[in-house]
């Protein structure tokens, strides 16, 4: 069975830090990333990594968040650093498959005082 499991997401302060995790299991990837979804907005690209090592970061979150896997593992990390209000969402892991795309059931990231 094909899952993605998220973990990490919590409530921060402005300027703080945060970790997500993501537990692949049944496949390994051609591309996982992350995505997010606040409210009242569409889903949008956090950030993407091939199993070439390419990344693609959205444009708000470049500089701030990095994205790292661990093949043996079959885990995939997303560090997030000078967290702002306007990065509260839910925060989705993805998985590309022989044409098909896989999504976690997401993690909430709540950026506050």
């Known amino acids: 069975q094909v899952q993605l499991v998220e973990s990490g997401g919590g409530l921060v302060q402005p300027g703080g830090s945060l970790r997500l995790s993501c537990a692949a299991s049944g496949i390994m990837f051609r591309i996982m990333g992350w995505y997010r979804q606040a409210p009242g907005k569409q889903r949008e690209l956090v950030a993407i990594l091939t199993s070439e090592r390419k990344t693609v970061y959205g444009d708000s979150v470049k500089d701030r968040f990095a994205i790292s896997r661990d093949n043996a593992k079959n885990t995939l990390d997303l560090s997030m650093n000078s967290l702002l209000p306007e990065d509260t969402a839910v925060y989705y892991c993805?998985?590309?498959?022989?044409?098909?795309?896989?999504w976690g059931q997401g993690t909430q990231v709540t950026v506050s005082l």
């Open positions: 993805y998985g590309f498959h022989e044409g098909r795309n896989y």
